[in-house]
């Protein structure tokens, strides 16, 4: 199998600082011992509520912010042990593509100087001609006019400044690309066709996404695989259609239950499972499995001990001590 | 309001509000906008009317305007009337409206973050509502918010009186906000955007809150969303609204089957769902028009895949399509 990213072990402390001197007092462990792979040209979702990390593994990934342990290895390359020139070049590889659209492009360069930022720092192209071209296509590809090249970010709506992100990081011919939240901020009718853009992009270039998001219809509808995440950890992994028609973990159940019936006959066919209580404050971890204090499966078992990480069948991975589930 | 939808079934009865040709404008240096066109819906006793539509297409001018709230120089009631129980608030005096809001009708607004004081404890901000509004004592204050907390399945709620907004999590903020609202035992809730700052498990939970409460209470919600699943989950009818015009109203389950406008019918097909076959999504091309530049005659027809030429001639009339459903577009208009 034909790897292009491979996470492990992935942890991500920030520490709080408290105290006199400022030191170091506790940690927050916001990704804590996350592995994963994704197979070159296709879309891992990575799913979970507020605060279980998700995006900071993401940023993680890309170098955005640094590991605290753990081994990124990127088209069999562990960029931690590559030269700097190299991870330079790996770099250029790996983009992302934010959740706001407002607060993540500069006001004040116009969407050409956007695009060709990334062209020029890698020097991708030789001449300005050259780089101009290269904005036009990439505006052509990602639906705007390349007659735009010269506004400025505030005269574009939304879902036109999410397709200035997009292009933005395609500029570098990447292999990768990270969507943390990338439609969550748009209109539902603006959401449907950035999901296309995104899809036909990564058909005919054949890109590899980790696409972040809480919302488990577009998941469903983008991802070959799902990860899904609760506070720091992935509690269970398989592919699409094992996650979300024979979800093994308590906190997956929930999650999809939560979601609103739609049609007369999902309303019928919906049993509800209202989880009790919010999530434990990251600082002050439970002890034993993660989830013990919200689910409603929970033994003694689970508050003492760590469940372990149990293949369930063809690639199905959960986190539970319920061996039935 | 036309006459086809007082015919609904069950609707024997004055309804409890009704909106009427509600227009509502904001002066800017430039021009007159028009954030809400023409808007008339009304709300029956113990019901809840979703409302749906996109940002900026007035859905929640319409219902500020209930209440007045939206107020300032710039702001221009132009046309239209808000009856509540036989009166209508768009002519009452702040004094008169003040006796209403948060009394006969409240609302719980979208970020529990900024909504609630964060100088006050939880406490103080709910006793204000009942200070200002009843005649009970302090005793009797204190003891039924501590109850009113608990009804929104919020533990420990003697505890939670005394602490301040930010030491409580977004879903328990949001909880506190219903518990607020239901204080006085309103006629009206309107529930601006209440769960979309919130997670889908938390989102869960105070939906779960708002549908026990209202069967205890008995009050209406007028429930405010872009969500369409929550709305499937909630509301008994909706309103879908697009650029300040009501286009479509109809049952719940009655609108998500057989949508007729154009845009209900893309709306609802842009939502990826489990089991869908295709591996592209149908979707509504073209962006959403801005309040300065809104098309002439239908605002959707810019967008339609059914425009004609009269689509952008002028607004149609509201048409009966079945029972108690109505929709604003040429396709359906009798000639």
Same mark, same amino acid.
């Given at each position: 199998?034909?790897?292009?990213?491979?996470?492990?072990?992935?942890?991500?402390?920030?520490?709080?600082?408290?105290?006199f001197?400022?030191?170091?007092?506790?940690?927050?462990?916001?990704?804590?011992g996350?592995?994963?792979?994704?197979?070159?040209?296709?879309?891992?979702?990575l799913?979970?509520?507020?605060?279980?990390?998700?995006?900071?593994?993401?940023?993680?990934?890309?170098? !955005?912010?640094p590991?605290? *342990?753990?081994?990124? @290895? #990127?088209?069999?390359?562990? =960029?931690?042990? /590559?030269?700097?020139?190299?991870?330079?070049?790996?770099?250029?590889?790996?983009?992302?593509?934010?959740?706001?659209?407002?607060?993540?492009?500069?006001?004040?360069?116009?969407?050409?100087?956007?695009?060709?930022?990334?062209?020029?720092?890698?020097?991708?192209?030789?001449?300005?001609?050259?780089?101009?071209d290269?904005?036009?296509?990439?505006?052509?590809?990602?639906?705007?006019f390349?007659?735009?090249?010269?506004?400025?970010?505030?005269?574009f709506?939304?879902?036109?400044?999410?397709?200035?992100?997009?292009?933005?990081?395609?500029?570098?011919?990447?292999?990768?690309?990270?969507?943390?939240?990338?439609?969550?901020?748009?209109?539902?009718?603006?959401?449907?066709?950035?999901?296309?853009?995104?899809?036909? !992009?990564?058909?005919?270039? *054949?890109?590899?996404? @980790? #696409?972040?998001?809480?919302? =488990?219809n577009? /998941?469903?509808?983008?991802?070959?695989e799902?990860?899904?995440?609760?506070?720091?950890?992935?509690v269970?992994?398989?592919?699409?259609?094992?996650i979300?028609?024979?979800?093994?973990?308590?906190y997956?159940?929930?999650l999809?239950?939560a979601?609103?019936?739609?049609?007369?006959?999902?309303?019928?066919?919906?049993?509800?499972?209202?989880?009790?209580g919010?999530?434990?404050?990251?600082?002050?971890?439970?002890?034993?499995?993660?989830?013990?204090?919200?689910?409603p499966?929970?033994e003694?078992?689970?508050?003492?001990?760590?469940?372990?990480?149990?293949?369930?069948?063809?690639?199905?991975?959960?986190?539970?001590?319920?061996?039935?589930? | 309001?036309?006459e086809?939808?007082?015919d609904?079934?069950?609707?024997?009865?004055?309804?409890?509000?009704?909106?009427?040709?509600?227009?509502?404008?904001?002066q800017?240096?430039?021009?007159?906008?028009?954030?809400?066109?023409?808007?008339?819906?009304?709300?029956?006793?113990?019901?809840?009317?979703?409302?749906?539509?996109?940002?900026?297409?007035?859905?929640?001018?319409?219902?500020?305007?209930?209440?007045?709230?939206?107020?300032?120089?710039?702001?221009?009631?132009?046309?239209?009337?808000?009856?509540?129980?036989?009166?209508?608030?768009?002519?009452m005096?702040?004094?008169?409206?003040?006796?209403?809001?948060?009394?006969?009708?409240?609302?719980?607004?979208?970020?529990?973050?900024?909504?609630?004081?964060?100088?006050?404890?939880?406490?103080?901000?709910?006793?204000?509502?009942?200070?200002?509004h009843?005649?009970?004592?302090?005793?009797e204050?204190?003891?039924?918010c501590?109850?009113m907390?608990?009804?929104?399945?919020?533990?420990?709620?003697?505890?939670?009186?005394l602490?301040?907004?930010?030491?409580?999590?977004g879903?328990m903020?949001?909880?506190?906000?219903?518990?607020?609202?239901?204080?006085?035992?309103?006629?009206?809730?309107?529930a601006?955007?209440?769960?979309?700052?919130?997670?889908v498990?938390?989102?869960?939970?105070v939906?779960?809150?708002?549908?026990?409460?209202?069967?205890?209470?008995g009050c209406?919600?007028?429930?405010?969303?872009?969500?369409?699943?929550?709305?499937?989950?909630?509301?008994?009818?909706?309103v879908?609204?697009?650029?300040?015009?009501?286009?479509?109203?109809?049952?719940?389950?009655?609108?998500?089957?057989?949508?007729?406008?154009p845009?209900?019918?893309?709306?609802?097909?842009?939502?990826?769902?489990?089991?869908?076959k295709?591996?592209?999504?149908?979707?509504?091309?073209?962006?959403?028009?801005?309040?300065?530049?809104?098309?002439?005659?239908?605002?959707?027809?810019?967008?339609?895949?059914?425009?004609?030429?009269?689509?952008?001639e002028?607004?149609?009339?509201?048409t009966?399509?079945?029972?108690?459903?109505?929709?604003?577009?040429?396709?359906?208009?009798?000639?």
């Open positions: 199998m034909d790897k292009l990213l491979e996470v492990k072990d992935l942890k991500k402390y920030f520490p709080i600082k408290g105290g001197f400022g030191r170091t007092v506790a940690e927050v462990k916001a990704v804590d996350v592995s994963f792979s994704i197979q070159r040209g296709r879309v891992l979702g799913v979970g509520e507020s605060g279980c990390g998700k995006s900071t593994a993401g940023r993680v990934i890309l170098g !955005l912010n590991k605290t *342990g753990g081994e990124i @290895l #990127f088209d069999g390359e562990n =960029l931690a042990q /590559v030269s700097k020139s190299r991870q330079r070049e790996l770099r250029r590889r790996m983009q992302m593509v934010f959740q706001d659209p407002f607060s993540s492009l500069d006001p004040r360069m116009n969407v050409s100087e956007i695009i060709s930022e990334g062209i020029v720092a890698y020097k991708l192209c030789d001449t300005r001609a050259e780089i101009e290269r904005v036009n296509e990439l505006m052509e590809k990602c639906g705007l390349p007659e735009q090249a010269y506004r400025y970010v505030h005269q709506s939304g879902g036109q400044r999410q397709r200035i992100c997009i292009a933005r990081a395609l500029a570098t011919n990447p292999d990768f690309i990270v969507l943390d939240e990338a439609v969550s901020a748009l209109d539902v009718s603006i959401q449907a066709q950035i999901i296309n853009l995104l899809k036909d !992009l990564q058909e005919s270039i *054949g890109l590899t996404y @980790l #696409f972040i998001s809480h919302d =488990l577009i /998941v469903q509808f983008i991802s070959d799902v990860a899904v995440m609760y506070l720091g950890e992935i269970e992994y398989g592919t699409t259609e094992q979300f028609s024979n979800p093994r973990h308590p997956t159940v929930a999809l239950s979601v609103p019936a739609f049609t007369r006959e999902e309303k019928a066919n919906k049993h509800r499972m209202i989880l009790e919010d999530l434990p404050s990251p600082y002050d971890m439970p002890k034993g499995c993660r989830f013990a204090g919200r689910c499966y929970r003694a078992v689970c508050e003492e001990e760590k469940p372990v990480w149990t293949d369930r069948g063809d690639g199905h991975y959960c986190m539970c001590h319920r061996p039935q589930l | 309001m036309s086809k939808k007082t609904m079934p069950a609707a024997g009865q004055e309804p409890l509000l009704r909106v009427s040709h509600l227009r509502v404008s904001f800017t240096d430039k021009a007159l906008l028009c954030a809400v066109e023409d808007v008339s819906f009304d709300v029956r006793k113990g019901e809840t009317l979703g409302i749906v539509g996109e940002s900026g297409c007035g859905k929640s001018i319409s219902c500020m305007s209930i209440l007045k709230l939206v107020q300032g120089e710039n702001v221009r009631y132009e046309n239209g009337a808000v009856l509540f129980e036989g009166e209508d608030t768009l002519s005096t702040d004094k008169q409206l003040q006796k209403i809001r948060g009394r006969k009708i409240s609302m719980i607004f979208q970020e529990p973050m900024t909504a609630l004081n964060p100088l006050y404890t939880i406490g103080d901000q709910m006793g204000e509502v009942l200070k200002l009843t005649k009970l004592s302090k005793k204050i204190w003891d039924r501590c109850e907390l608990e009804k929104v399945r919020i533990p420990n709620s003697r505890e939670i009186m602490r301040y907004p930010f030491n409580l999590s879903g903020r949001q909880r506190v906000m219903i518990a607020m609202a239901l204080l006085t035992n309103p006629e009206l809730v309107i601006d955007e209440p769960t979309t700052a919130l997670d498990t938390i989102q869960a939970q939906l779960d809150v708002m549908k026990d409460l209202q069967k205890e209470y209406s919600y007028i429930f405010i969303t872009h969500d369409l699943g929550v709305i499937s989950e909630m509301a008994d009818r909706v879908v609204m697009y650029g300040g015009r009501v286009c479509e109203c109809a049952a719940t389950d009655t609108l998500f089957e057989h949508p007729y406008h845009y209900t019918r893309g709306l609802i097909a842009s939502r990826p769902y489990r089991g869908m295709t591996d592209r999504l149908p979707v509504i091309p073209g962006n959403v028009p801005s309040l300065n530049n809104k098309p002439a005659g239908c605002p959707f027809h810019t967008r339609c895949p059914d425009a004609m030429d009269c689509c952008r002028a607004f149609p009339e509201e009966a399509v079945g029972e108690g459903h109505t929709v604003a577009c040429w396709k359906y208009a009798k000639k």
